[in-house]
């Protein structure tokens, strides 16, 4: 039973649509304040209101809190609290009405114009373009003007001119969809325009009409409030907010109310409605679903209260981290991406970190820099010393003046990292002069000196390209250049060699092996080869669920690897000149680091996997020196020895 509701639960914790909208402080107060106005002027019939076209001149001008008269009366003696709840079911009305009208005709034709291209894009947007070449507010005067004053006129006329704001919006992101694989696959499969338009490219355009309708629907309540402030929307006796601040414009000064009250209420309207949009918009993008629905802050939040005291860092280490934490909070839920680790790394010293994708390797060695997003990522306990200064507790403006000097980064996609706008060159220099005081001259005769140290020929000629001139591997070797500009004292290579072809991986391996050598520089090498691992590290771990499951020297753990997960990794490397060996691949997949088990996190894949392994959690052992496991029952200890 407690398996079965298990799933169950944690579909009910993920962050849905309205938890992630209502995390969101001023969307949340958005919504109240638009669902509150909708819910009263939704009432209106079933409220004891008074007739909001009555006139009675005995009670005329009477000022909120009269009798009777909670919010006064006008200059023809009508109730404003009963025309400004009706005029307000009006507003609401015909700005959506107009939104709806808008949206429809003119995501149609953006639709139409980025699929088929042609002339018939050309054809259509031209269109667009000579109703976009009169201001719009002169546009929807004129609309009026010729067919004449009235709500349904003015409602016409505001969805015309916002047309062009959607079908602008909506052709761009379908000219990009219709030249995606997606769509070729469908025409591929036999689809007809009509299938692919409306069944393909439709559901990825729809966010965001979704969006820019709940930006505009205020902006449209505003336009028809306009219009009716100028006598061409809704006609007397019928009150809108519009209408209602016109005729309280003469009288604006003996009795402000009857102009104020129908002003506080547009403004409220409008406002919620655009707050209520943004949270909208924030919900429906995809690079802002974490939760907290803003923007990640430039440095890993860190639980100060989880932080160890005290603690010695170890002589020989450049770099050491203790039982570092790190998790991502997605709604209601905790991912435990990191779950305790302890790494150390020595000058001169390679250690690689191996594993599957996700079980957490990246984020280890992006959080000793405070690179994880925040939010939803944070650093939940542990300690980061280099040279034995914590980097944990460090300023951000030394987190900032150490990041790129003493320690720098190698990410797996060059062409991602290098910016594409600026010569190979400019990066070079500006990497230098942020932590040097070189003149420009200076820092590009040490940027082509880095060049020529990373083995690119005619480095001043290369200066001047740009990333997407060169090769992966080149542009690879400018990165390392780079992460080398300022005598780093570690270098996290994360995957650096994933992208590239063999021959260029075993040359940018030689390159990192080669320079960490002559520059006494400690490495952090991050990989799922053991092939790799093989080629440059001196110590290895092994990283499974957030944790290490086995470390030791590379040679030993190749030679005998204890943990079974180890042995299946080392298994799925094949080997030249065995062409009889077989690749066993590992059955299952990594767990959820949201439901950890209790017990071994790989015991669910393992073949050696025991009752007692499922009970309580694993520690991690010593196996002998230099060399650990966190397994009950490891492979061979005497051959992890050996």
Not at 86 to 94: A, E, F, K, Q, Y
Not at 591 to 597: E, K, R, S, W
């Amino acid at each position: 039973m407690t398996d079965a509701s298990a799933p169950a639960r944690r579909a009910a914790a993920r962050p849905d649509t309205l938890r992630l909208l209502l995390n969101n402080t001023l969307a949340t107060a958005g919504l109240a304040i638009f669902a509150l106005i909708v819910l009263i002027a939704l009432a209106a019939p079933l409220l004891s209101l008074p007739d909001p076209d009555a006139t009675a001149p005995v009670d005329r001008l009477l000022r909120p809190l009269a009798d009777g008269h909670l919010l006064g009366t006008d200059a023809l003696g009508r109730d404003i609290l009963s025309r400004l709840i009706w005029g307000t079911r009006v507003s609401l009305l015909v700005g959506i009405s107009a939104t709806l009208i808008a949206a429809f005709f003119g995501s149609l034709i953006g639709l139409v114009a980025g699929y088929a291209g042609g002339r018939v894009d050309t054809l259509l947007m031209r269109g667009i373009d000579m109703v976009m070449a009169f201001p719009y507010i002169l546009l929807a005067l004129a609309i009026v003007a010729a067919l004449g004053p009235g709500l349904l006129n003015a409602l016409y006329a505001i969805a015309v001119v916002n047309i062009p704001f959607f079908a602008r919006n909506i052709r761009g992101i379908a000219l990009g969809l219709s030249r995606r694989e997606f769509v070729d696959a469908a025409r591929l499969s036999g689809k007809s325009n009509a299938q692919i338009l409306f069944l393909e490219v439709l559901p990825n355009v729809l966010p965001v009409i979704i969006i820019t309708m709940s930006t505009t629907i205020g902006w449209m309540i505003l336009e028809t409030a306009g219009l009716s402030f100028l006598g061409l929307g809704a006609q007397p006796p019928q009150a809108d907010l519009g209408s209602m601040l016109g005729e309280g414009r003469k009288i604006l000064f003996t009795a402000p109310h009857v102009s104020i009250i129908p002003g506080l209420m547009i403004f409220a309207l409008v406002m919620s409605i655009n707050l209520l949009g943004d949270g909208v918009r924030d919900v429906l993008d995809p690079r802002l679903k974490s939760g907290a629905l803003t923007r990640p802050v430039a440095r890993t939040a860190v639980a100060k209260g989880n932080m160890p005291d005290d603690v010695a860092p170890r002589r020989d280490a450049i770099l050491d981290v203790r039982d570092l934490k790190t998790e991502f909070r997605f709604g209601g839920e905790v991912f435990k991406a990191v779950g305790g680790v302890d790494l150390h790394v020595g000058r001169g010293e390679c250690l690689g970190i191996v594993g599957e994708s996700g079980s957490g390797k990246s984020v280890s060695a992006m959080s000793i820099m405070g690179l994880v997003p925040t939010p939803p990522g944070r650093i939940a306990g542990g300690i980061a010393l280099l040279d034995g200064e914590n980097l944990f507790t460090a300023t951000d403006e030394r987190i900032r003046q150490l990041r790129g000097s003493a320690v720098s980064h190698v990410f797996q996609d060059p062409l991602s990292t290098l910016h594409p706008l600026f010569t190979v060159g400019a990066q070079l220099i500006e990497a230098i002069q942020a932590h040097r005081p070189l003149t420009k001259a200076q820092a590009r005769a040490k940027a082509a000196d880095l060049l020529k140290l990373v083995r690119i020929p005619n480095p001043a000629e290369r200066l001047k390209s740009y990333p997407h001139e060169l090769s992966g591997g080149m542009r690879q070797r400018i990165c390392i250049a780079m992460a080398l500009a300022n005598d780093t004292k570690v270098i996290i290579a994360d995957e650096p060699t994933t992208a590239l072809d063999v021959t260029v991986q075993a040359q940018v391996l030689a390159l990192l092996d080669a320079l960490r050598r002559e520059k006494n520089t400690g490495v952090l090498f991050i990989t799922h080869d053991f092939g790799v691992v093989s080629a440059i590290c001196d110590r290895v771990a092994v990283m499974y669920a957030g944790k290490f499951v086995e470390t030791g020297t590379t040679e030993d753990v190749l030679k005998a690897p204890a943990h079974p997960y180890t042995a299946k990794l080392i298994d799925c490397v094949p080997v030249l000149g065995q062409p009889e060996r077989r690749l066993d691949a590992i059955e299952g997949r990594p767990p959820v680091v949201n439901n950890l088990p209790d017990g071994c996190a790989f015991a669910p894949r393992c073949p050696r996997a025991k009752d007692d392994c499922s009970e309580a959690p694993i520690p991690l052992t010593e196996l002998g020196e230099n060399r650990t496991v966190r397994c009950l029952h490891p492979l061979s200890a005497e051959a992890a020895n050996g």
